[in-house]
């Protein structure tokens, strides 16, 4: 990994996801796709989208990867399995600082294996080897930029994001 | 983007439509078939056939890849999302200068992302940031020349346009 | 196109690079690998990567596709038609401005279309209707990004740029 | 065929073009690319993109599908084999009809079933049973449209073309 | 086209099928099979193999394509839309002539358009602007040569074809 | 095999090509190119279109496959191995009876391995076990209806075609 | 055909499956898995695995094309049309005489052409004019190959083959 | 097979595994995902990712290929046959030697068929010639590696194995 | 592996060949046609068709793999690397004893890696840890059965395999 | 990344290799083929097969993706560009201790982006900014495990490593 020193003196740099397909990914999605990030042992359908950056035993992490993602897409809603608070808490601590600004919800674990991995537009793989960290992210708009032409009226659940 | 003085000057070849996959796409469709021109922030389905014209936020906008659409392909009706009168009245009336011959019709917005955006032919992406902004467009015929030779009898429904 | 006082208003947000392929052949760029911006005349091989941007004449045209570009990709070096200097010197400014820092060459028309539309990694094709608007950037690195770390010894010729 | 009265009634209908194989290639040729429109026994290379319209015996006929492509399509340059004017005067006369801007020159025909056949980007059979009737068409562009711009200055090869 | 005279002087000719693909389509059908030959306007679907033939505007119209089909494939069942006989006559009399020893149905012109082009194993696209001008062929077998064999039993309805 | 009785019966039905994929590969060939018809020890290069009809020791042996390719192909020239001649006379009998028009000419062994294996637009592989048995069979075309027309000039070389 | 005085010659070698992609095949069958070998105007679904032996009308027939495969594939069931006995029972006695050790059941015609079809893992067409020439063969085991081992106890199913 | 001395010597060595698709597949698999490791008489279903390494009758046997998979593939349950105790005691005795710490559950032979085949993500097919050698391989996880870090709470079901 | 006596008692057995690729590249190669069957560490180039059987060190080793190929398979010449008789004697016996009717030839080891693997149809790895264990077999025919036609004349070199 | 302390508790399950394509590319490697793992800037020719590990800047770096690749691969030799020892140092302090075993040799800089990167069979990409951080791995054999059996005679080269 990067020794400590560095990591402090280009955080900006940090944040800019380099890998290709992943940036592919990114740009392809939509208002409300979901793209899955998840540990190193979440059962990928054979038919998904798969990119696979897991290269040993917890590297990268899920924050390792969640980071970038965090700074390149905005998203509107965080999933989680509904087993994470009591059994991985240390996991939902890490998301709550990465998307400060989502709103979070919980999905049955037994519902991201099946319904909601055969939804997602694409898996990304980690390392990690982190009980239920599958975690789901739904792709939501830039609000200001999207409400702020003259005779676009927006509706109520985006006014506040307006006027934030 | 073209200097001012230059859209003037060549209207005509403004509406030449350049892009080679999307030239395909307006051969291949036939009486009926429904192609999608939507926002930077449509959800297109993986399995689509998928022309993104997206470069930069509201570059190029909904009007601009309508333009030379609008000129090379008959748009016997134009669905919009239920909400755009209220919420986007200035894409509404730009779509109604563009296709000053077509028919209307309102459909309900989960509609268009769920059973339309399936049914969908071809989804070409702008890079609009235009809430509600995708527009249906269904293929139509050149009524004139498919109902004037002898012997075909036009049904009641074509026969004002066969007049006009 | 996007409303005038739109364009003024998030400045940031145009260079945001929305097009979800040229985004991935971005990120899969190499230090010193060749991407080609071109006009909508060039004869681009049957064997090259090609994006079409390409919608109806001058639509988009080289600035609106080299804008984006130029805020997500470090051009090293920019080339250009032998020609353009007398030919289109308007274009060729525009280029300097979009790329304060490259070093700029120029290269002979008749190996742009031969060695070089062979060599390039990716191929963009506008809409400009701009005769010898063919333009080569070169990848280039961050330099202080690159060079920054302990024992790190940068080469005479990225010197200044370490500085700078 | 269409009847008689039909073929003289809409003209300027005949000449769209409807196929949509062709209309991408047309629109994906550049600058100087080639293409081909041979008769129906003309030995096209397994590696090249081949559009094949023939039918029957001389159905479509040369002039039959290259009047469409005359009309959406701007051949700079129409080459043929140096044999035909001897051999096959009749075709060439309906060539110099549809094409009264092009330059003419002829290749020999051993070379335009050798290099020009592996040059093509794009090779259009019909059913002709035409000796010889192997057409090679160079694509030009619309000079006025190019070279208008203020600060742009034709070469001089283009400045006839620029007053016409 | 072929000039007039040529036309009559080698009928046989005009019906040998020249086609690469649609020789290959017509090889490929077994008995019962259907192949629709459908005007310039049907509704291909997406997953259908669909061989276009269009040119321009009723060039080649259904005649002069189903004419060497007809030379080269046994259709059994010839069906066509209910609303031909009373809105396209004068097509409805070049099938009869087109298909002498074929039995004839009539179809509902949405069972066409929807459980017809899902069933084609190959659809064959003309140029012709012909309302309803989409012609369903169903294979059928030499009935002679297939029941001729010592020991083999024809059933009653094949009875009446052996001796014809 | 059909029963001898029935063989005498249908000549002319024995000869009707039933194969798609030789169907297609028939119409496929133009003026000149190259078939080859090989025993079943033929070594046929990978990147050669197959179509493998061996099925079992001399089933079906060179005949079989020649004769129905003779009926809808016309052969040019015919090629065979030098050694022919002396060690498979039989088969060199059996091909001069099945292309009474064709211009013979002997080509070496080696040269059918290496440079003619390679340049065949097509390599049908039949069960023969007969030495030397790869017949190379140039696309021709048909004379009288390609010089007929009004104004086409035939060459010497096709002269006597045109007169028998 | 090969010569008869050869035919009696090498019997072995006749039943030596020459074709590569049924070789392929038939090595890739399952116990269980159906293979049907049809006459030439059966209608193979597109989504099929199709090997393509037909030549010319009867040419290969179905005997010709089962011999060999019956010595190299276990053949525990042998379907055929319940029409087979009254309509074609030339073929019928055949059949027995191929496969003397398999168990044989009529399937309904309709049921061949719907179910079995969809659910062959690979249809083999021979050049048979054969009505009702469809066999269904059902991939066995070589039961004592696979019962001998010590502690391995045969069902009684399979118990009066161990003895024979 | 690597005399008997050899096999000794390097133990280790053997569990190694080799193939390329094989390591691929067992690195693609997540926590619950299906492997089957079949016999030679498996009815692959056409649609399965499919790994062939039968050579000859009993080679692989399945003990051998499943040595090395055992080794770098943790089987957090092992299916088999409900027919497997009674008629294949011996291989059963294998498998439970194989997998000492799985979980070991009947599936009716008639599932593993159906359902099983088609939910498995890989079959790789061995040379065995063993009745109901179909081994269902499910795969699980690394507990102590999992469920040890702090603030993670591992299920009462894994709890046992914490301590293991 | 098998147990021994199992492995006496239907060697018969042991030599049909199981797998599906291999069965099909056996069958897909002429006279003359290279096929390498290779050890565990051979550098197999990436455009080759490469069929990998190994599984664990030694295991299949090169024995195993060849003796069924050689039962299937007419070799008619063997090529090994010129180090293997004094480097790996044993290997050498092993091939003499599985082809006795083959040529043997080296080759340098330099030519196997280079030359060789390029122009291979196909390439098998083994498990085998076998220095040098890259073995070329090259296909030859059945003399008997290709020279016993009345009028085939087999040339001198085959004349003693016809007596034999 | 993964906290501290977990990662000095499971040293070995750090090198336990994730990826799965990685692992199917390390398993494909063969005596003397060269795998690159290259830094994030690294041209990798778009022929190449490429496997994008890189997730940002330095993440993940040469050494964590090295680490494991050096446990599952045997690396005979290991290149450099030769101003590594210069440039940068500490990286090629990091190589020497992850490659104990192997022999180092330097590479010119621009071998290794032309020659080199055209003959890799795979290219592992990192998001490492480290200049000249493209290390080239040659696959090396287990000598002992490959030239201990009876009769196999090491040449001279392995002879250190044996006793080693």
Known sequence: MAPKDNKEGNDMNRNRLLNAELAHAIAAMGHGDLMIVCDAGFPIPSS???IDLAISPDVPDLETVLAPIAASFI???VGYADTLPV???PLLAKLKRLFPDADF???K???ILGEMAAKAKVIVRTGAFDPWGNILLYSGVDVPAW????GV??????????KG
Chains 1, 2, 3, 4, 5, 6, 7, 8, 9, 10 share one sequence.
């Open 147 to 150: 409400f702020s032409k003259p």
């Open 87 to 89: 059994h991985n808490a």
């Open 153 to 162: 009226v927006a509706p109520d659940y985006y006014a506040k994001k307006m």
């Open 75 to 77: 998203a509107e809603r």
């Open 48 to 50: 998904a989208w798969r």
């Open 109 to 111: 674990h037994e519902t």
């Open 105 to 107: 919800e919980t999905t």
